[in-house]
């Protein structure tokens, strides 16, 4: 009778299941506030792999496609035509991406002038490339009805080309395109717009700037979920400073789904080098946010997305652009990730995304 009790007891001492949480999962205390569909999208596709920061950048640069994960975005539509042209920049040429529409004719049979869309796709200066954001390009231009041309600038890319030269070569493309592009591609220079999502988003707020300082038109901007302080939240060493940064969604949102406070920390680091120049500190065109004057500054539309930790300071940038008497517009999507622009396929804040940008650019850059 005991060997059955010690037998029965032995049997219930058997190994219990501990199931861990896949690697890079929502964390659970920001499940529930996630747009749903974004949750079921990114436990299927994200949740579980490496986060390219994760991975050396050698590895990366060898096969990017390997680490791609481009599920969600919608097909932009055919456009009247596509082509490239290399910009010359200081040491090098960079490759930009021209997107036409037919061509509009006026009583006279002669083509009407055309807007124009400068984007900086995003990456963190780090990732990134046409791909990003070609039908997007596709979209904008298919919608403006004949009125826009759009480029799509492939700026040089951290840590191989750390700062300044990915701020220099979007500066150099806009100028380009202005001055020597405008009579090709029947643009009117002074209906110019600049775009872009995340460090896109900073490279436009910086052209923005240069714009401005430079007596030169813009009619708008377009900051979506964009970088605006990279100093005041790391160290500089570029680690996530808690307990100094002025951000509350940087301490909310540290180990939030795409974007992880970590993940910024890495692209501090390939950006600006270890530790940062010491001149960082009074360089506006790193963090934009610091600039001397918001003064005449172009039209802003700036998205935030609730679930990113760069939400707070995109409110902030908005608030010193409205204090120094610009136009500006400030949306955020409730539930949404850093990256919700790109899935526009899936999310309905994607789609929303799409059509505010196409309806702003018509109001703002079409005569």
């Known amino acids: 009778m005991a060997a059955l009790t010690d037998e029965k007891t032995l049997n219930e001492l058997r190994p219990k299941a501990v199931l861990q949480p896949l690697h890079n999962s929502i964390p659970p205390e920001l499940l529930s506030r996630f747009d749903p569909v974004y949750v079921e999208h990114y436990n ?19 096969n990017p496609a390997k680490y791609a994960i481009s599920y969600g975005r919608a097909l932009g539509p055919d456009v009247f035509r596509i082509t490239e042209q290399k910009c010359p920049v200081q040491g090098g040429e960079i490759t930009v991406r021209i997107f036409e529409p037919t061509p509009i ?21 780090v990732f990134g490339d046409l791909s990003k954001d070609h039908d997007f390009c596709k979209r904008v231009v298919d919608s403006l009805d004949g009125n826009l041309v759009a480029f799509d600038v492939d700026y040089r890319l951290a ?4 700062y300044p030269i990915p701020v220099d070569d979007c500066w150099t493309a806009f100028n380009w395109i202005r001055s020597q592009k405008a009579e090709e591609f029947n643009l009117d220079p002074n209906r110019m717009a600049v775009g872009g999502s995340s460090a896109g988003g900073h490279l436009s707020a910086v052209v923005a700037h240069l714009c401005r300082d430079a007596s030169i038109p813009l009619r708008l901007q377009v900051l979506n979920v964009p970088v605006c302080d990279l100093l005041r939240a790391f160290t500089p060493d570029g680690e996530f400073d808690r307990e100094n940064c002025p951000y ?8 939030t789904a795409i974007l992880p406070v970590a993940r910024m920390a890495y692209f501090h680091r ?12 009074e360089d506006w065109k790193i963090s934009p946010m610091m600039a001397p004057d918001f003064s005449g500054l172009a039209p802003a539309l700036i998205f935030t997305a609730e679930m990113d930790p760069l939400r707070d300071e995109g409110e902030v940038y908005a608030a010193k652009l409205r204090a120094a008497g610009c136009q500006v517009e400030l949306v955020c999507m409730a539930g949404a990730p850093h990256t919700f622009s790109l899935l526009d396929g899936i999310l309905e804040s994607g789609r929303q995304y799409s059509e505010k940008v196409i309806r702003t650019m018509r109001t703002e850059l079409v005569m």
Request: hydrophobic share 30%; aromatic share 12%.
């Open 159 to 162: 840590p191989e080309h750390k």
């Open 248 to 255: 509350a969604s940087y301490q909310e949102m540290e180990f």
């Open 270 to 281: 390939h950006f600006l080098g270890v530790p940062r120049p010491a001149s960082s500190e």
């Open 44 to 62: 299927k596709y994200n949740a579980g792999r490496l986060h390219t920061h994760e991975v050396p950048i050698e590895e990366f640069r060898k």
């Open 105 to 125: 004719m006026d009583e006279n049979s002669k083509a009407k002038k055309r807007a124009a869309y400068v984007n900086f796709h995003g990456g963190g200066w």
